[in-house]
């Protein structure tokens, strides 16, 4: 049986290099990431990156997923709706991956389970 874990390995740091997902508008000093990771028999089979920032001039913080985006005037608030988003995200990808190891003995449960119901409705 595979072992899965999902977690945040790494608090938000500060990162400059993620500046140009905000397409240069982000005040690089302020640019925050971390990333949700997740394992599958301690191999890393995906992450969702997540990351804050504040736009140059603006009070506005802005939150970005691989998927998503929004923003907010409050730092916590921003770094809040990314994990929310992303921890979302994340299960979106897991259920993509278990769903192909899983679909074989789900399918032998469910026609096993058809043939007893069957059984069942001809002793009747």
């Not at 790494?10 to 971390?34: C, L, Q, Y």
């Not at 907010?72 to 991956?97: C, I, S, Y």
Request: proline residues 2%; charged residues 35%.
């Amino acid at each position: 049986m595979q072992k899965i874990e999902m977690g945040m390995e790494e608090p938000w740091i500060k990162n400059h290099e993620f500046a140009d997902i905000f397409g240069g508008r982000a005040d690089a000093d302020t640019v925050e990431g971390t990333s949700i990771v997740i394992r599958i028999d301690d191999g890393i089979l995906d992450l969702v990156e997540l990351t804050v920032a504040r736009f140059h001039g603006d009070d506005e913080w802005v939150w970005d997923t691989p998927n998503a985006y929004g923003w907010t005037r409050d730092v916590d608030a921003a770094k809040t709706a990314a994990m929310k988003r992303g921890w979302h995200e994340a299960m979106l990808r897991l259920r993509e991956e278990v769903a192909t190891e899983v679909e074989g003995p789900l399918d032998r449960i469910a026609k096993a389970a058809a043939a007893v119901a069957r059984k069942h409705r001809e002793k009747e």
